[in-house]
Nanobody
């Protein structure tokens, strides 16, 4: 069992930056691929970014490529999402995800979500 707890959400003006963190419980963090998803009001949850177990490979949705950076620290059991040049359309609840395979193929554990609101 893995528990994921996100933090770092909030309100920011367009063009600003926010950094999200996701702390994982347990001693097997490095055995999971990690990712971030988001869900805006009235929309389906969508993939944002993913990172491999070692952190050597990263993947991004086209909508955030060049603006967001995912990283992880396996010694701290934490995955991060640095969000720059934020746009109002980035407003959503952001969820951390852990997968024993690859994130886009299926998520084994979800965090509770953290709200990100970008004002215009």
């Amino acid at each position: 069992q893995v528990q994921l707890v996100e933090s770092g959400g909030g309100l920011v003006q367009a063009g600003g930056s926010l950094s999200l963190s996701c702390a994982a419980s347990g001693r097997t963090f490095s055995s999971y691929a990690m990712g971030w998803f988001r869900q805006a009001p009235g929309k389906e949850r969508e993939f944002v970014a993913a990172i491999s177990r070692s952190g050597g490979s990263t993947y991004y949705a086209d909508s955030v490529k060049g603006r967001f950076t995912i990283s992880r620290d396996n010694a701290k059991n934490t995955v991060y999402l640095q969000m720059n040049s934020l746009k109002p359309e980035d407003t959503a609840v952001y969820y951390c995800a852990a997968s024993k395979k690859i994130v886009v193929a299926g998520v084994d554990y979800w965090g509770q979500g953290t709200q990100v609101t970008v004002s215009s």
